[in-house]
């Protein structure tokens, strides 16, 4: 079993930065990807970005160039540091643990508000 805990969601304005962690505990394997995703106030959970154990990372393109996600393999820590925030960025978001690209895990999410 694997459980994910985030942290760093808050209140900011629009232009400054945030960042959030997660940190998994369990049974963590080398070939598990972890992520985030967000849901904007009534719309469907999407995905944003992953990184894979390897450090390869993706991002949705509404956020590439603004984001940037890390980890410490021996913290089993990731991480989303968020720049040039804006009022649409505005969500709870959720880390993500996929194994076999078919088994979830979530974190309990992090609100992150952004005020213009």
């Known amino acids: 079993q694997v459980q994910l805990v985030e942290s760093g969601g808050g209140l900011v304005q629009a232009g400054e930065s945030l960042t959030l962690s997660c940190a998994a505990s369990g049974s963590i394997l080398s070939t598990d990807v972890m992520g985030w995703y967000r849901e904007l106030p009534g719309k469907p959970r999407e995905w944003i970005a992953q990184i894979t154990r390897g450090g390869s990372p993706n991002y949705v393109s509404d956020v590439k160039g603004r984001f940037t996600v890390s980890q410490d393999n021996a913290k089993n820590t990731v991480y989303l540091q968020m720049n040039r925030l804006k009022p649409e960025d505005t969500a709870v978001y959720y880390c993500?643990?996929?194994?076999?690209?078919?088994?979830?895990?979530w974190g309990q999410g992090t609100q992150v508000t952004v005020s213009s």
């Open positions: 993500n643990l996929v194994r076999s690209w078919s088994i979830n895990f």
